[in-house]
């Protein structure tokens, strides 16, 4: 019997079945972060119950901790890390803290440190876990971080399969956050609810891993719990020193069953831009703010109140919005790739006079790399502000990287959602090397439009 990708890893992990069609499902890695592991502990310690297995763990500090320094920007921020620093020395967990060389942003970090290989079962507090599935791993954000602490295994219901295929190549200038935008945008921000996504064909295989990574993070914005790419030589030789097995290969048996298939064609793929507060609201750069038109009264009310919030007008020329601020960070894109893309576009550039710049490192060890290739030397030429320490940042609203009031924000985010970035801010999704290009213009930009400059 031809079984998925997605299959095979829920089979491989199935402990049992459960009664009402549900599984235990046996979890390879837990990652946690200060933010969403207070209430498990806290149960786990109510019931005087130890972790079952603190190897399996890993625990980061990244969503409120500040940026521009290692101290915590507020009372409140400081007791929840001191919190988790308590909790990992009680239960024997390891935990990357603030100044461990090894800090950062959970899902940049996991990669980087060997700690994920192509058929894992990966499980973490945060929804864009997905992100591992850029290594053939099966990555998902759960609730139930108590129960993995205390079992190693969750309660699991099997979901539907979809394959997303991308085919032919890319054109110069669009990447790989274009290519997720996309999908999103031809699927809907619930057009995966209840599925797991495969990314198939030339212009998935193509990416480098970071390429990958980004993809698969964004998945989650589909609407899937689920996102994975099949493992080849690419991806197993990136794991370096891994917990599992990098050699063997994990992939969609020829000839598997998927409920759903897509077909996108790279050549209808530009550069995107988000204009709305869902991230399926996004055109090409090259393309004005879109009509509600032919849609039903449900939507138009949607598209209205986005417009509404965003403060934009239908028919208005996407590169004809100015910014405020710039801001290049993110489990989505923060790796030193995406940072060489940003600098490439900034170098002997400037930022446009009022516009506010940051780019925050993925993490420590992304952060030393870039340093050492003299990346921090062209952002803060350009007038970035270099972070010194790593972080989600401005990324959401829960530390003092904030946008205020009717600011307007190119980031390199993954969401748009209103008050995502500060209570009103305005966020405009696109690549890292699209908000540099808007950062040193002053407004939305065509990336396409500094290559050609480049080239004549």
């Avoid at 959970?106 to 929804?127: K, N």
């Amino acid at each position: 019997m031809t079984r998925t990708l997605y299959d095979k890893l829920v089979d491989t992990h199935k402990v049992c079945d459960l009664p009402g069609g549900e599984m235990l499902l046996y979890v390879d890695l837990h990652v946690m972060n200060e933010y969403t592991s207070p209430q498990a502990f806290s149960g786990l310690a109510e019931k005087d119950l130890p972790v079952w297995d603190p190897g399996a763990h890993l625990a980061v500090v990244d969503h409120v901790n500040a940026t521009r320094g290692r101290a915590a920007p507020d009372e409140a921020s400081k007791l929840l890390i001191d919190n988790l620093g308590r909790n990992c020395d009680r239960h024997g967990i390891a935990l990357y803290g603030l100044g461990d060389p090894r800090q950062g942003i959970e899902h940049v970090v996991v990669p980087e440190q060997g700690l994920v290989a192509p058929g894992m079962v990966i499980a973490c507090g945060d929804s864009h876990t997905t992100t591992y599935g850029a290594f053939g791993a099966l990555g998902f954000g759960t609730s139930e971080v108590e129960h993995v602490l205390a079992t190693q295994t969750l309660r699991y219901r099997r979901m539907k399969n979809m394959r997303v295929t991308v085919t032919g190549d890319l054109a110069p200038g669009v990447g790989a956050k274009d290519v997720i935008m996309k999908l999103v945008q031809v699927i809907g921000a619930g057009g995966a609810n209840g599925y797991a996504v495969e990314f198939a064909g030339d212009a998935i295989t193509a990416q480098t891993i970071t390429g990958r990574m980004t993809i698969c993070n964004m998945a989650v914005e589909l609407g899937a719990r689920a996102a994975l790419i099949a493992s080849d030589e690419d991806s197993r030789a990136t794991v370096i020193g891994s917990i599992a097995n990098p050699v063997e290969r994990w992939d969609s048996d020829e000839g598997a069953t998927f409920d759903r298939e897509v077909h996108i064609d790279a050549a209808d793929i530009a550069p995107l831009v988000s204009w709305g507060t869902s991230p399926d609201q996004s055109v090409s750069v090259d393309a004005a703010v879109p009509k509600a038109d032919g849609t039903t009264p449900k939507a138009k009310e949607s598209h209205a109140r986005a417009l509404d919030y965003m403060g934009l007008t239908a028919g208005t020329p996407m590169t004809d919005i100015t910014i405020d601020r710039a801001f290049i960070g993110s489990c989505t894109n923060s790796r030193i790739e995406d940072l060489r893309q940003a600098a490439w576009v900034l170098k002997g550039r400037k930022v446009a006079d009022g516009v506010t710049a940051i780019v925050v490192p993925g993490s420590a060890m992304t952060r030393t790399t870039a340093e050492a290739e003299g990346l921090d030397e062209t952002f803060k030429a350009a007038g970035f502000d270099w972070r010194p320490e790593s972080g989600c940042s401005m990324c959401l609203a829960m530390n003092d990287d904030l946008a205020m009031d009717g600011e307007r924000v190119a980031s390199s985010t993954n969401r748009n959602f209103e008050g995502r970035q500060g209570r009103g801010a305005r966020t405009h999704l696109m690549s890292p090397a699209m908000v540099a290009a808007a950062a040193v213009e002053g407004r939305i930009t065509d990336l396409r439009d500094f290559l050609k400059a480049e080239a004549s």
